[in-house]
Each structure stands twice: as C-alpha cells, then as structure tokens.
C-alpha cells in the first residue's frame, strides 16, 4: 500500500463513513461552495485548483485539472491561476518576515 | 482496429462494471425503443479528414460508400412514416455522390433535416457547391469544433482544420445560418480534446459564444457536448497514452441513472453505408446490428418491430450516460 493512489480519488465520496452526520454537512456546503453562485462555476475551479496546488493535494490537483479542462479552461489560463497561487505563497512568506524582523529589530543592540 | 478486438477490450471491464449489469441493477433492463423519431443515415466512411478521436475511423483510404437503392428506400421508408427528423452523416456525406440527390428529395417532405459537415470539404472540388445545397434546401448543419482554440482543436483535427471551419463559418453567417429569424441552423458539437469528460453544455456554450463572436466573429444556433466514446479510433488513442483504465473508470463513476431515460438510441434507428440497422453510429462502428426479432437491414423494414425493439447494448454505452448524458443532440439531461 502506498500512501496518495490515485485511484483512491474514487473513494472522496465515502468520506462520510463513520461520522456520517458531519460528513454530510461537509458535502452539503462542498457543493454550495463549489456550484455555481455569483462567481461562475469555472471561476471557482480555477480558485479551487489554484488552492489544492498551493495546499499539495494530489487528489484536488488530478480532480481540480480535469474540471477545469472539462469545462474549457485553457493550459495557459491554468498555468497563470498557479502563478497567482505562487504569488501569494511567496507574498505571504515574505510578509511574514515583517514579524521576523520587528523581533530582530527589537532584540538587536 | 477491427471491431471484433475493441469489443474484446471492452469486455475486459470487470469487477461488476459491466453495462447490461448496471442496466439491470437500477431496474431498466431491457432497454427498450421508444419509437422512431430520428432516421440516421451514415453515407459512408470516406472523408478528407483523418480526425484522431473518429468513431467511424473515416478518411481519404475508405471505400464504403451508401449507394442510392438505400438511399431510395430510406426515402420510401420517410415518405411512409412520421418520422421527424433525418440526420445525414458519415465520414464526410458530400463525398457521397447521391448526397445532392437526396437532400433535394428529402427536403420536399418537411421533416428536420441535418447534414453532420466537417465543413472543410466544402473548400474542395467538386464539393463547393454544397453550401448553396444546404442554403437552398434549409438544411440544419452540425459541425464539429471540439474546442475554440485553434492549437487545441487541430491536435485532435489536423494542422489547419480550424482555420477552414472558421472561414466557413464565416460564409455561412454571412448566407444566414445562425441569425436569428433566418431559419437556417448552424450547430457546433463540442467533444473533449482528450482523456477527459465534458463539462456542463450550458457552461460550454456560454463560453464559445462568447469566444467565437470576440475572436472570430462567428455566431451560431447550438452547442452540443459530446462525451468521446471508447471506440474507433479515440480507443486507440486511450490505450497509446496509457489513458484507457483511468478513463473507463471515469465513465464507470460518472453513471446517471437519469440520463438512461433519454439516451439516444431509444427514438433513433441508424442506418449503415451498406443497408444494415442499427441502434446507434457507435453500435455500427462496432458492427452489433439491431436484434432481439428486428430486421437489421433497411431492405426489410418492418415499423412494427423495430419501433419497440430491444435495444443492443455493450460496455461502450456508459458513454452516452455519464455525467449529464451524451447524444448526437448534445447532453441529454438538461444538466
């Protein structure tokens, strides 16, 4: 057995096993987050694919990449949503330096 | 591939997979034709194009070509019954040299009448003429243009098949086809330029109406999505790229009971170049007539049996009941 099959995708829909109350729920809201709102339902694939790749879900990325090519999402405009992941994570990381610095500021004479 | 071989892989889907199990475990076994609305009529398999997900595996070395007896009796068969729609297809139908013939003949009896074009023949000689055919005669056109980007539709299509399905789109807005009030149809059939499924038709159509109208100032009636089935030639394709068990998975797990309902065989009888009946282009490809007591050529036409016939079915079928249903009309359950 290895950890992260790709067949084990097929299995996301029995989740609920065992606590099948909250796991439920959790479906219920999985669907009203990811359908279709005031943001259009390709709009939210590429926020959710952009979000797996930058979260490293195998599972996420292999179903989030297929959606996004089943509903007629270019590669380029996937590689650009990864960019904007990239950004963020990089953006994030180095506001995060704002903390480390104050301290160094702080505790250097 | 021969048909005996792919058959024979798609009998390799186990572990309860099969269709006809999966037909009889939600209660709908047999399936059974609720009629016949669609007359099909496969011309021929000779085309000018080679496409690398074609069922039919059409191109310029075929040789089965309809020839006009059953044409004539197709006719015949029109002019005796209500059936309300004919739908031309092929390979490439103007390369039939009847074609011109009976769309004249067929346009007289007021049916809907399609002709499924790949449209770049009609930039050949002697095939130029076709577009005033279809002009003259109202015919509604179905055109194939898997994806609105030009790289990604001529992977599947051949280098330059966009650029002459544009310019002729562009002629054929230019005669009326898809304006409104024009009375003349022009269709785009979407189909996934690879091992995927399609997304939902209304989503599709959004964003190739928008698409095409900004970038190429193309208008048109219909989107219709279109699931690639595992057969012919994209069922080469599945297993080159290693692609075929991931996909067979995919249409196994997408299965909607709902979309069984109204799968297309159920109003459609599908004639074949040579005369034989089937109860899909898919079911002709792989060569499984009508059976089940229906004549299965068009020579012995019998309303009475085919109208209620027990539908054909194999492991392929979970193609046209994925997701939101898959038919030569598009998806099938309003998704």
């Known amino acids: 057995m290895n950890y992260y099959e790709p067949k084990d995708l097929a299995d996301f829909p029995n989740i609920a096993e065992w606590a099948a109350d909250q796991g439920n729920k959790f479906f219920d809201y999985y669907g009203a987050a990811t359908g279709a709102g005031k ?61 480390m610095r104050k301290i160094i500021k702080k505790k250097e004479m | 591939m021969e048909a005996r071989e792919q058959l024979r892989i798609l009998d390799q889907i186990g572990g309860g997979f099969s269709f006809a199990g999966k037909i009889r475990e939600i209660h709908k076994s047999p399936l059974t034709a609720k009629g016949i609305d669609i007359l099909q009529i496969n011309m021929g398999r000779l085309c000018n194009l080679t496409c690398r997900h074609c069922h039919v595996e059409a191109g310029p070395h075929r040789t089965e070509i309809m020839e006009r007896p059953v044409l004539a009796k197709c006719l015949e068969i029109l002019h005796a019954f209500p059936i309300s729609t004919i739908d031309i297809t092929g390979g490439a139908p103007e390369m039939n040299p009847h074609l011109e013939w009976f769309i004249t003949e067929a346009a007289r009896l007021n049916r809907r009448l399609i002709v499924r074009s790949n449209l770049t023949v009609l930039f050949e000689e002697p095939y130029r003429h076709f577009i005033d055919v279809f002009t003259r005669n109202k015919v509604e056109i179905v055109t194939s243009l898997p994806d609105h980007l030009a790289a990604k539709s001529d992977r599947q299509r051949g280098s330059g098949v966009f650029r002459k399905v544009i310019a002729a789109l562009h002629e054929l807005n230019v005669r009326g086809y898809g304006m409104p009030d024009s009375g003349l149809c022009i269709d785009i059939v979407h189909n996934p330029v690879g091992a995927y499924l399609p997304g939902p038709q209304v989503a599709l159509a959004h964003e190739y109406r928008e698409r095409l109208f900004a970038e190429q100032g193309i208008r048109f009636n219909q989107l219709f999505c279109l699931t690639n089935l595992p057969i012919g030639r994209y069922l080469e394709y599945l297993i080159e790229s290693d692609n075929f068990e991931d996909y067979i998975s995919a249409l196994c797990h997408s299965f909607n009971p709902a979309a069984v309902d109204n799968v297309m065989c159920l109003t459609t009888l599908s004639v074949g170049w040579n005369g034989s009946l089937y109860d899909c282009d898919f079911n002709q490809m792989l060569g499984l007539t009508v059976n089940h007591g229906a004549p299965d050529n068009i020579m012995d036409f019998d309303i009475e049996k085919l109208r209620n016939r027990e539908i054909v079915i194999n492991n392929h079928c979970y193609g046209c009941v994925a997701g939101s249903g898959s038919s030569c009309q598009g998806a099938t359950t309003g998704v």
């Open chain 1, 39 to 99: 943001l259009t339902e390709r709009e939210k694939s590429l926020i959710a694919l952009t979000v797996a790749m930058t979260q490293n879900c195998p599972y996420c990325i292999d179903a989030y990449t297929t959606k996004c090519m089943s509903l007629g999402i270019s590669s380029e405009e996937m590689m650009e949503a990864a960019h904007v992941g990239a950004a963020m994570m990089a953006g994030v990381t180095l506001a995060h330096t704002t903390q």
